[in-house]
């Protein structure tokens, strides 16, 4: 085992955790990730090559699946997939050798940065903070949308439980933007 | 101080009485009271100054469309100019002072303008500032700023926050009177997701203005009632003190709530306004109608309002502007007014109706066939002077005048798409036209429909048909009987031979500033909109526009419809700043990206700069530094002495898959990439379609299937962006996936002679990375700090032995640490992005100075990298003539002769003995520095033929500074032409 200590996107030893307006919202970067996209003309065995990984179907357009393993739709025939880092810390390596040649995987877990929201008011949050609508939504809604000027994907776990997926670099600012909503809650 | 005026019902709350101050004195008011009508019943009809001749105006409406009672608002840094009295809810020490005026709002000096009234007319200004010429920008534009504008500002940063917000619903409706709470309750009881939005705090639109009841409850009562059961509904949201402010495409609506503008300061955290993005599938517009006025000499006097408002002002808010009022109207509805104030035990001295058949309405005199030819009251009405039917005059005292001149449809949303407005002869009024924004509909006064009975059926009917097409079933809504009054009116829109009859009161315009535009040809709305100003400011013409429309037609000989209306454009009504910006504003204006490194980097006292979004070191000072050169010439002098470490994490890193990579690439790079061996790396310049250089980077390849690009760090997303296009639109058929990788590995470049001795340490020891196993331009996946994944690549940016080494990013912080450990012994240093360019520019790489956008591989001196032998975009056309001229620009380097002179990026150069002008240009400098390995400043940039006129001197010139010295023609590689220290 390597003797490198990470750190968190936000810059600490530990994920952070704060509680306001009873949304509890947390960092979360115990999950690894990997995209995967079908090469041409192998489109079916990419999906069932993500959905073997996942024990779930993979998701269509728009959506999320599988629990313990997940994954989430980012584009035709592409997919995000999600795993924990205990037990999948090189998650791309995995994939790729059970992809062989149907689909390209490429690490992103450290392109990424995660925070969920959870209970309280979570449709007064996000009205304020990208066009994603939680009241329309449901459980396995997943959207990529823009908040504050970042590409995030926007990850509907629960009912009450929302992940946040959005680029590393600009953890600070994400935070920044997601706090501040969550403390305009009316 | 007692409310001298205030009336008895109303809606306002008389167990929360609140005290506020206006000009510094102390009144009070209550609960539900505006602003405008708490002076009104604390007796206070003056309440402005006018623009342009600082005439004492009072209030004039009782909405959003007010022109003339605007205030400054709050103090300190939240002080708001501009505000209207009409919309500005009450809150208890409310603080409110009038403006235009010096040094008094009764006393004002600058009055003495309207004495001079003859003279500034419309174009005034146009006329008298054209000579002389110089005098303008000295003289006049500063006198004229000073005396210009309304209210003041603070000159201190916004301190409120603003948030923008995004709203999806089935059905939006805009405005909640009898119309909107009609359809409302239709759309929301047959379950359609609604939002009703209003701009009032309180819902009912005219239900809360008059008394007939609905049903058998006061107006008010059922707009209440309604509201409350809509708010009741899961699937309708009622939004108060929200304006709509635009209909903007597919259905698209702006609105601005106003949440916290009625509390004293916003709760912590809260905002004070959101702008919401209401996204809907069908809207509906219920703004209802306003009331116009009527020209006629000195029709301005505070206490002159709309007949509409003065009863608003009674019935909703329990306040009179007098004790004594008349009226002056054209149609039926003025008499209700009259009607309403009388049965509030106001004296109504008159009814002034121009139609020679009025009819008779209460125990008041009306005076049929009759006008008003002049008033009289400097700060406030005293009296009317009345022409009656039989050509006699009679002086009536009064302290009010209502006036009711019919009412105009709210079009303004149905046009912000371009639709024209259509006139319809019966109300004298324009309507919505047939082309209207994508799926809007209008219903009720909007729509033309005045009588309140036909207004509720019509919001009604629009909701079912909507319900309808959207597919959802509709309840029978059993509508109460209420008010059906037929609409009665005579269009009158001016009194004959009135002098000063005011049109738009917010600029001072006047009937006869149109008759003057007129005759000097401006008959075009929109030239007669500019040259008068007539209908622009804060009201944009609510009140104005259609009178002012009526007397051009008169005059032009042409029907109203004929003269058309100006353009409406968004937003409705006046908008924040702040609110546009949200919260996008000082340090959170944009996203901040932060290197892997960036915590260590401020542990170290790092100097950062911004690189597009990006914080990057600039440069690392050490104890003793005090100027940034000798940090720089430090960090420079160690690297290229013994080792330096550089965060290169920005740099864009495109992973790029699939059988056809390699294929994909050469048509992507100009050079070939094709038979680039697996664990090899390779220099590419990629063109755009049109033949220039677009970016520059490398390409790794780490299998078959498999590279990765770089990008430079400004091009990361624009490179990302094309190639994506290339993929999907120009090659569909290739097999090749792409996604960013860029913040997924931190990247940090080891050069330096000892950069391998240094990472030989790092590295675990099974990778062997002498230079006869992983040689210049070899990659390679390796392993770190026992066991860590990670990528290695030697590739130099500085022309020094050197290797770019990636990790995950967590593992950033903990690699930049283990790179200055490990470099202890070898003296290394940790240098920033100044270090990084100087080095570069020593070395002639070209980075975003060069790749300007006008420059070809050909100036960069890499023609014969665009390789002939395969096609790759930009390739055609880098071969056109013009692109390819014998005296091409090429890239060079350039010395000072006289090594003490700089060599300033952007100076252009000029062969020795031609006259410095542009048509003998020769070329510019793209970058420069100082280089602390020569020992002098040095600069590489284009010059003609540049190639072939190494050694020769030639003039370094900036007309604009000043600058004009010799510089020598060099190579632009000044440190280790040969390339030898890359591959040592």
Known sequence: MHDFVEITPLGGGAPRVQEINGIVLSEVTDRALASVAARLGQEDEAKALVSG??????????????SAKSAFWTGPDQWMVEAPIETHEDLAAELSEKAASRASVTEQTDGWCRFDLEGGDLVAVFEILCPVDLRKGQKGDATRTSIDHLGCFVLRRETDLVSVIGPRSSAGSLFHALETAVRAVR | MTQVN???????????????????????????????????????????RSFKYHRPRGVMTAGSEEPNALVELRSGAAQEPNTRATTAELFDGLEANSQNRWP???????????????????????????????????????????????????FEPDPDQYDKGFRHCDLLIIGAGPTGLAAALTAGRAGLDVILADEDFALGGRLNAEQFDVGDQSGAHWAANTVAELASLPNVRVMARTSILGAF?????????????????????????????????????????????????????????????????????????????????????????AADLAAKGVTVAAVIDTRENAPKTGSYEVLAGAEITGTQGRLGLRSVDVKMANGQTRRIACGALGVSGGWNPNVHLTCHQRGKPEWREDIAGFVPGAVLPQGMSVAGAAQGIFPTAACMMSGAEAATDICADLGAPTPAIDLPSTEDAPVNITPFWHVQGAKRAWLDQQNDVTAKDVKLAHQENFVSVE???????????????????????????????????????????????????????????????????KTPSHVWAEEQGAQFVEVGMWLRAQYFP???????????????????????????????KIDVQGADAAAFLNKIYANGFAKLPVGKVRYGLMLREDGIAMDDGTAARFAEDHFVVTTTTANAVPVYRH????????????????????????????????????????????????????????????????????????????????????????????????????????????????????????????????????????????????????????????????????????????????????????????????????AHDQGYITSACYSPNLGCHIGIGYLKSGDTRLGEVVRLVSPLTGLDHDVEVVSAHFVDPEGERLRA
């Open chain 1, 53 to 66: 990984f996942i024990e779930a179907p993979a998701p269509d357009a728009g959506r999320l699946s599988g």
């Open chain 2, 6 to 48: 205030r009336l008895s019902g109303g809606l306002i709350d008389r167990n929360a009485p609140l005290s506020f101050r206006f000009d510094g004195k102390t009144y009070q008011g209550h609960k539900g009271d505006t602003l405008a009508s708490a002076l009104l019943a604390n007796g206070v009809r003056l309440m402005g």
């Open chain 2, 104 to 154: 008094s709002l009764a006393w004002d000096a600058l009055a003495i303008n309207d004495t001079f009234s003859n003279f500034l007319t419309a174009g005034f200004y146009y006329k008298t500032f054209m000579w002389p010429r110089a005098f303008w920008e000295k003289l006049y534009e500063p006198i004229i700023r000073k005396a210009a504008g309304l209210g003041s500002i603070s």
């Open chain 2, 249 to 337: 495409d597919h259905g698209i609506y702006g609105a601005v709530e106003r949440v916290s503008d009625h509390l004293a300061r916003p709760e912590a955290g809260k905002p004070r306004q959101i702008l919401w993005r209401i996204y809907t599938k069908r809207a509906l517009l219920c703004a209802g109608a306003m009331e116009r006025p009527i020209g006629f000499e000195n029709n301005d006097r505070p206490g002159i309002m709309l007949a509409s408002a003065m009863r608003a002002y009674a019935n909703r808010w329990a306040a009179t502007p007098a004790q004594e009022i008349a009226v002056f109207t054209n149609n039926d509805d003025g008499h209700r007014t």
């Open chain 2, 527 to 593: 030239h007669l909109k500019r040259y008068t100003t007539l209908g622009m400011a804060t009201d944009q013409g609510k009140t104005s526009n259609i009178p002012g429309l009526a007397i051009m037609a008169e005059l032009s000989g042409k029907q109203i419809p004929q003269v058309g209306t100006t353009i409406f454009r968004p937003p409705y009504t006046p908008t924040a700043i702040g609110a546009l910006a949200g919260r996008s504003r000082d340090e959170d204006f944009r996203p901040t990206r």
């Open chain 2, 622 to 652: 050490r104890p003793g530094e005090t100027h940034w050169r000798q940090s720089v010439d430090r960090e420079v002098l160690q690297t290229r002495n013994s080792v330096g470490i550089c965060d290169v994490t920005t740099l864009g």
């Open chain 2, 723 to 918: 190639m994506e296009f290339v993929r999907q639109c120009l090659f569909p058929n290739m097999d090749v996936q792409l996604i960013s990788t860029t913040e997924a590995w931190a990247q940090f470049s080891v050069a330096g002679p000892n950069a391998r001795k240094l990472l030989q340490k790092v590295v675990d020891a099974e990778h062997d990375i002498s230079n006869e196993a992983f040689p210049y331009m070899a990659c390679g996946q390796i392993t770190v700090a026992n066991g860590l994944r990670a990528r290695l690549f030697r590739i130099s940016f500085s022309g020094e032995l050197a290797y770019e080494i990636a990790v995950p990013t967590r593992y950033g912080d903990a690699m930049i640490r283990k790179l200055v450990e490990a470099g202890k012994e070898f003296d290394a240093v940790v240098y920033g992005t100044e270090a990084l360019g100087v080095m570069r520019i020593e070395k002639g790489h070209a980075a975003g100075n060069e790749l300007n956008g006008t420059t070809t591989a050909l100036n960069l001196g890499m023609g014969r990298m665009v390789s002939k032998k395969k096609d790759s975009i930009g390739s055609t056309l880098s071969e056109r003539d013009g692109l390819n001229t014998e005296d091409a620009l090429k890239l060079v380097g350039f010395k000072p002769v006289d090594t003490e002179h700089p060599v300033p990026a952007g100076a252009h150069l000029m062969t020795k003995g031609d006259p410095v002008n542009a």
